[in-house]
């Protein structure tokens, strides 16, 4: 019997019921017929979700650049029915970027998505069987074999990699057993296949660099990681999978009209590699969100036990890449000035809150230094367009896997997920004066000074108690940073474009006063012998009552709570 997956009628995906918060495994169709019903994704990690929303955007953009909410073609577009794909180029004089806009907002009004996706969906369903002669995100023995060298034929079995290596939940490989993995060595290999499709989709975007077989080509090239590995992920969290769809689906951000072409419209995986193999980035969304790393084949034995064939593919430069909207840039120091880079989350930076670097994610001043990430430009289109409500709150959310650092190998080991909420009028503002993002911006900087003050009162104390004072002093503010993350967010949530800002600012002044001083205390209370008598100073005995008024003195001199309290009398 031919054995059969399909995902766009076989449930394969996890989703949060709103109605019931309970999760529910779901197929293509039945996710977008019912998006408006589910809170969010809810698969093994929140990377994997992200993967996967990319998966799902790069259908949506496929449709909804040649259909619009009636399921008519555009009248500036010939579409071959047969295919349902774009029969020739668009001249620049036809095409009408507001025909794409104006699809957004029907959309994004009825609150559904149409019946075209299903449409789409029925009319590429062998693309998505993930078995078969084209199995979903794989390529048959035959392909695998014309692409690779001779001896990484399947028939050898090499180039391998286990189950347990897709599933970022243990990223074991043979040289390197995960001992904590929340399975045991017996069921490490062992997945549902609706579980196993998720991580081939995670794993494509997810790559480490352990893998040695490549495909062949003319010129050598080194094993790529996955791209969305290679990014500093952001994408807007809506309040259903609906509306996370929408705000995140690019649909008209170019001025001229751009063919979307995802992997599994290409004829052949021969032409697909030679794309590939020219290294040059996707011209498209759709092509971008559902780019492999890795030629994947998998050979099931009798027993429903796969074995997994992988082979890299070259990977295009991520320097200036700027038709990915979903990371944020940091400006090369190292190279070319004029080059940026995805900013990418190292193993130092794990515990730094999105919130702490919120000028890469809005441009608040004029300058070359930052470029915004294009899903925040294209929701200020949105913004201008009154597409979407002044008062949306916007909540910008990251989910990504931190790699080790070793260039050879390139293995997760965290992931970080955080967010942050503003009111889309906070943060588009328009009013130059009293404009809020650079204001916003100025109090994390006011903010990131008190918690130096505090790190050089910690630092007194180590010295004190004859301790490694950067060590102690490190892990301290990082646990004030903690404790500063929700009061902070809550703060920025509470904005309005409607407010008195030197009032909001005076209100964050107070309160992050009271949570430094609170936290000296809790050390106060902590004090020894030693503390209390103190070590000799360069201003005489130095203890913990010094130190402590050291403090106060440099919270208020940064703080500057007096002049601000003149304002607010002022105002009021």
Do not use: C
């Not at 899903?375 to 597409?387: D, E, I």
């Amino acid at each position: 019997m031919t054995q059969t997956f399909n995902l766009t009628t076989d449930p394969w995906i996890n989703v949060i019921d709103s109605q019931t918060d309970t999760v529910q495994t779901v197929s293509l169709l039945d996710l977008f017929a019912n998006a408006q019903q589910y809170r969010g994704l809810a698969g093994e990690m929140r990377s994997q979700d992200l993967a996967i929303l990319r998966f799902l955007l790069a259908i949506l953009a496929t449709v909804y650049s040649r259909y619009n909410v009636n399921g008519d073609s555009y009248e500036w577009l010939a579409i071959d029915e047969a295919t349902m794909q774009v029969q020739e180029a668009v001249d620049e004089d036809d095409f009408r970027r507001k025909d794409l806009f104006g699809t957004w907002r029907e959309l994004y009004d009825q609150g559904h998505f149409t019946t075209r996706i299903s449409d789409y969906l029925h009319r590429y369903q062998a693309r998505f069987d993930f078995f078969g002669d084209t199995p979903f995100y794989q390529v048959s023995a035959q392909d695998y074999d014309a692409l690779v060298p001779e001896n990484k034929r399947v028939a050898n079995n090499n180039g391998t990699v286990a189950i347990k290596q897709i599933n970022r939940l243990i990223s074991e490989s043979a040289n390197s057993p995960a001992i904590f993995a929340p399975k045991t060595d017996a069921a490490k290999n062992q997945l549902p296949l609706p579980e196993l499709v998720r991580w081939v989709i995670g794993y494509q975007n997810f790559t480490g660099v352990t893998d040695k077989t490549k495909i062949v080509t003319d010129d050598k090239f080194s094993t790529p990681a996955g791209w969305l590995y290679r990014l500093g992920p952001v994408y807007i969290q809506g309040r259903t999978l609906f509306e996370t769809l929408m705000l995140n689906l690019t649909l008209a951000s170019d001025d001229a009209y751009v063919v979307q072409k995802p992997v599994w419209e290409y004829a052949s995986v021969t032409d697909y590699v030679a794309e590939r193999r020219r290294l040059l980035p996707p011209t498209n969304i759709a092509g971008l969100y559902t780019v492999w790393s890795r030629l994947l084949h998998i050979k099931w034995s009798e027993a429903g036990v796969p074995t997994i064939f992988s082979a890299g593919i070259p990977m295009f430069a991520n320097e200036n890449t700027f038709i990915e909207p979903m990371t944020v840039w940091r400006r090369d120091t190292s190279g070319n000035k004029q080059d940026y880079r995805p900013a990418v989350k190292g193993i130092r930076s794990l515990g730094i809150a999105m919130w702490r670097n919120f000028g890469q994610y809005v441009a608040f001043i004029d300058t070359d230094d930052v470029h915004e990430p294009g899903v925040v430009t294209w929701l200020h289109q949105l913004q201008r367009k009154h597409l979407v409500a002044d008062e949306l709150p916007v909540t910008l959310a990251t989910a990504a896997l931190i790699s080790d650092g070793n260039a050879t190998s390139q293995a997760p080991v965290a992931e970080v997920v955080d967010d942050m909420t503003i009111a889309s009028e906070v943060l588009f503002d328009v009013d130059q004066d009293q404009f809020w993002p650079l204001r916003i911006e100025k109090t994390i900087g006011l903010t990131q000074q008190i918690a130096k003050d505090y790190w050089f009162f910690v630092k007194q104390i180590a010295t004190i108690r004859n301790l490694n004072g950067n060590e102690f002093a490190n892990r301290e503010q990082g646990k004030f940073y903690d404790r500063l993350n929700e009061p902070f967010k809550t703060w920025l949530a509470g904005l309005t474009a409607q407010d008195d800002r030197d009032i909001k600012i005076i209100a964050w002044k107070r309160q992050l006063r009271q949570l430094v001083l609170a936290r000296a205390q809790e050390l106060l209370a902590e004090a020894t012998n030693r503390d209390i008598g103190g070590i000799p100073g360069t201003k005489g005995t130095m203890n913990i009552f010094t130190v402590m008024n050291g403090l106060r003195a440099a919270v208020k001199r940064d703080l500057d709570l007096k002049q601000e309290g003149k304002h607010e009398t002022t105002n009021s």
